[in-house]
Antibody
Framework: QVQLVQSGAEVKKPGASVKVSCKVS????????MHWVRQAPGKGLEWMGG????????IYAQKFQGRVTMTEDTSTDTAYMELSSLRSEDTAVYYC???????????WGQGTLVTVSS | QSVLTQPPSVSGAPGQRVTISCTGS?????????VHWYQQLPGTAPKLLIY???NRPSGVPDRFSGSKSGTSASLAITGLQAEDEADYYC????????????FGTGTKVTVL
C-alpha cells in the first residue's frame, strides 16, 4: 500500500522559492506517477503538474510553467516540488498525490502549508 | 477557473438523499473521459470516494454512488449521516488542456 508523507509547513517572503518534499513508502517512486495539487485557503483544488506516464515526461499546468519544477530522487523515493518567485497568492496547502493509470489520484499526502508573507 | 462546474453547496437532513452534479463539456466528460470523486473532510487531505464514474474503493460505504451521462456526472449520498459533512470534488481529464488534473469547483455538503 502506497503511503505519502510530506515535509512540514513553510513560511516564505515574496520573491523567494520553496521546495516541498513527498516521501514514498510501500512502493518505489519509479513505479508511480507523482503529481502535485494545491488548495488556497477556502478555495478548491488546483492541479499543478506531474509525471505523465504516456509521454514519459513531467508536465506542468500552463499557469505554473516557468515557475515550478518537479523532480524525483529515486535513491530515497522522494518527490519534490519547487515553486519560485513566490507571491501572496501562492499561500496554499500543497499536496502530492499518486496518479493511477485510469487517471484518478490515490493516495494523497497529508499536505504542506506554504505561507507567503512579508 | 475550473472547466467542471459543481453547485457551491447542498444540504439535507440525516437519512435523506442528496445529489451533487458535475457539469463539463465535449472536451472532458462529454468526450468519454471518466469522472472521479473525492471527499475532503475539514482540515484533511482529499480522499478518493468514487473512481471510474461509479466504482467505490474498498472501505467506502455503499451509501455513496456515482453516475455519468452525456457531459455531466453525479454523486449521490443516500441515508445522509453527520460524518458526511465535507467538501466534495469531481475530477476528469480534458483534451483541450495539457494535463490530467481537471477538478470541479467543489461542493460543500451540510447535514442539517
Amino acid at each position: 500500500q502506497v503511503q505519502l508523507v510530506q515535509s512540514g509547513a513553510e513560511v516564505k517572503k515574496p520573491g523567494a522559492s520553496v521546495k516541498v518534499s513527498c516521501k514514498v513508502s510501500g512502493y518505489t517512486l519509479t513505479e508511480l506517477s507523482m503529481h502535485w495539487v494545491r488548495q488556497a485557503p477556502g478555495k478548491g483544488l488546483e492541479w499543478m503538474g506531474g509525471f505523465d506516464p504516456e509521454d514519459g515526461e513531467t508536465i506542468y499546468a500552463q499557469k505554473f510553467q516557468g515557475r515550478v519544477t518537479m523532480t524525483e530522487d529515486t535513491s530515497t523515493d522522494t518527490a519534490y516540488m519547487e515553486l519560485s518567485s513566490l507571491r501572496s497568492e501562492d499561500t496554499a496547502v500543497y499536496y502530492c498525490a499518486t496518479l493511477r493509470p485510469a487517471n484518478w489520484f490515490d493516495p494523497w499526502g497529508q499536505g504542506t502549508l506554504v505561507t507567503v508573507s512579508s | 477557473q475550473s472547466v467542471l462546474t459543481q453547485p457551491p453547496s447542498v444540504s439535507g437532513a440525516p437519512g435523506q438523499r442528496v445529489t451533487i452534479s458535475c457539469t463539463g463539456s465535449s472536451s472532458n466528460i462529454g468526450a468519454g473521459y471518466d469522472v472521479h470523486w473525492y471527499q475532503q473532510l475539514p482540515g484533511t487531505a482529499p480522499k478518493l470516494l468514487i473512481y471510474g464514474n461509479s466504482n467505490r474503493p474498498s472501505g467506502v460505504p455503499d451509501r455513496f454512488s456515482g453516475s455519468k451521462s452525456g457531459t455531466s456526472a453525479s454523486l449521490a449520498i443516500t441515508g445522509l449521516q453527520a460524518e458526511d459533512e465535507a467538501d466534495y470534488y469531481c475530477q476528469s481529464y480534458d483534451s483541450s488542456l495539457s494535463g490530467r488534473g481537471v477538478f470541479g469547483t467543489g461542493t460543500k455538503v451540510t447535514v442539517l
